[in-house]
């Protein structure tokens, strides 16, 4: 069993690998500076930003293994597991960790628009990759941070420093949309086309007999993406959720399925749905009149 580094506070893991600690709820380390650095395989209760300035190989996150590259940067999230199981060796490794608390967003403006940073539930491997120039900017601020949590604490210090994550995280989003928009342009349609072809074979082979309507999570793990990575790029891709394309996509095949002769009931389980009633209201919001005044107004 490989052994796990609970992460339950910021300076769990400062601790382990002898960095400072500079306060309960946030900690900012330089890995260049430290003497002694060990791998760790961590199961995160804060959130934490690492950046690599070097190739770091086998590392994982979940059951995916991935190799990050330099200037990336990964993001996990409180019950995330990711890293790299502890060998007892010393490594000399270089970069940027943020880590805090989640008990520095209780009652701030960051703790209500933290779902908003969709990256904290990306894949590692759907890492920030940055020019150096994007790192600086990130680093500028980290900095900054550390120099303000190495001041003796009054009651202004923590309402700055919570400021500044957010400056990071803001930093962090634009990066990731003009990746997000580089990616789309490189994939153009054939991520589209491979998201239909995936929700008609979802359909020709029954699946939905057993797992019921498909969902983001599904398609974005047979296309091997994250869901929120996913959904971000079909988003930036077409200007719409990936949540409407699979709606549109079981709407029109339960018009095919109703002019071809299924009754209501027939088409509601055919497509997935648990029942008739949950379909029909479906398809009134979807195309504004019911199953029934459609047939009416086909025949």
């Not at 339950?8 to 382990?16: F, I, K, L, S």
């Not at 597991?81 to 960051?110: C, P, Q, V, Y």
């Not at 994550?165 to 962090?172: A, H, R, S």
């Not at 309507?213 to 047979?222: F, G, M, R, S």
Request: proline share 2%; with cysteine; hydrophobic share 35%.
């Amino acid at each position: 069993m490989e052994r796990i580094l609970k992460v339950h506070t910021v300076n769990d893991y400062a601790r382990y690998i002898g960095a400072p600690e500079l306060h309960s709820l946030v900690s900012v380390i330089h890995y260049d500076e430290l003497e002694h650095c060990r791998h760790s395989l961590n199961n995160y209760d804060v959130y934490a930003l690492f950046i690599g300035d070097e190739e770091l190989e086998e590392l994982s996150y979940g059951q995916i293994r991935y190799t990050l590259n330099q200037h990336a940067l990964m993001c996990v999230a409180p019950g995330q597991i990711g890293g790299k199981t502890d060998t007892g060796e010393e490594i000399h490794t270089k970069g940027w960790a943020l880590l805090f608390d989640t008990e520095l967003l209780r009652n701030s403006e960051l703790g209500r628009r933290i779902s908003d940073y969709h990256f904290f539930s990306y894949n590692t491997s759907e890492a920030l990759l940055m020019s150096p120039e994007q790192r600086q900017s990130i680093v500028g601020i980290l900095e900054q941070i550390r120099l303000e949590l190495q001041q003796e604490e009054d009651e202004h210090t923590l309402r700055i420093v919570t400021s500044q994550i957010e400056q990071v995280l803001e930093y962090v989003s634009r990066y990731y949309a003009l990746q997000l928009s580089s990616s789309a342009k490189a994939a153009n349609s054939d991520l589209l086309t491979r998201f239909e072809n995936l929700l008609q074979h979802y359909y020709d082979d029954g699946i939905q007999r057993t797992l019921g309507l498909p969902t983001v999570k599904y398609c974005a793990q047979e296309l091997f993406l994250s869901p929120n990575y996913f959904g971000d790029l079909i988003r930036e891709l077409t200007g719409k959720s990936a949540t409407s394309h699979i709606h549109r996509f079981i709407m029109q095949r339960s018009q095919t399925l109703l002019l071809g002769g299924a009754t209501i009931s027939e088409t509601a389980e055919s497509l997935g749905f648990e029942y008739p009633q949950h379909f029909t209201r479906q398809f009134k919001k979807y195309f504004g009149i019911t199953p029934s005044a459609f047939l009416q107004k086909s025949n």
